[in-house]
């Protein structure tokens, strides 16, 4: 088994039998995606590909939120260094790659929203698992930013073009049983069943044929590749350029103003 504490604590993984089960730790801000966790999670899939032990993956969100999308702090810092706006564009398209590269089945147990980055890591599985009050969003736009990690590239893989363009265009949630109807979502569980359900299907994933199982998705994943490679480049480059724009900053303070606000009250959530 690979060591995974060197990605700690940004991202856990535990071994139940064949199946992986990595958990993106961070619940004090919802899951959201900074560097640190970028790197930690290109590095999970790393380590996942030489576990010659881990058979399938089953990836979730402490606490609450499965993942809350960026992290507002480094997008902050992102507007105000273009350096960093560079190193976190290259950072988000070694993650898309690693994620559609990896050979091994990975099931999302989505137990809260995943929102942004979020939504790209729970469509970039193979098998979805929602919890039934919770949604997947894509709100790039609305923040001010292009949908370039992952959005512009996987939402019309899914759906219909002109569903994409409202969700995406729109920053509009999909609700769970939506989900299931898009074909963004295997199963809609309550709550408390969202990991065991998951596990489930992990654990039948791991079951299968090995040689069999990791080829079938290759050679699926070769369509998703494809669309990766015809929008990606212009998608995160645009996405950078959206990072210094005046919009996103509106944004962050909006955001930051609210956070202290619900913090003073006793209650956040997700974006």
Known sequence: MSD???????VLVESQDGVRVLTLNAPDRYNAVDDD???ALIGAWRL??????ACAVVITGAGPAFSAGGDMDHLRNAHNDPVLRRQTIRTAERLIRAAVSCELPVVAAVNGPAVGVGATLALLSDLV??????????????VGLVAGDGGASLWPSYMS???????????????ADECLRLGIANRVVPN????????????????????????????????LRQAVDRTIDFALA?????????DVMA????????????TSAGASSPR
Do not use: C, W
């Open 251 to 262: 944004t962050v303070e909006r955001f930051t103003a609210r956070s202290a606000r619900k």
């Open 129 to 142: 698992v929602i919890a039934e009050d919770t949604y997947i969003a894509d709100p790039h736009v609305s």
């Open 48 to 53: 996942l590909e030489s576990d010659e032990g």
């Open 161 to 175: 073009m002109l569903r994409a363009k409202e969700h995406l265009l729109l920053g509009t949630p999909v609700t």
């Open 37 to 39: 966790m970028h790197h």
């Open 192 to 223: 408390s069943e969202v990991l065991s359900a998951a596990l489930e299907l992990g654990a039948r994933l791991a079951g299968q044929p090995r040689q069999a199982i990791r080829d079938t998705k290759r050679a699926l994943n070769m369509h």
């Open 238 to 246: 645009a996405e950078g350029e959206s990072m210094a724009g005046d």
């Open 4 to 10: 995974y504490t060197q990605l700690a604590p940004h």
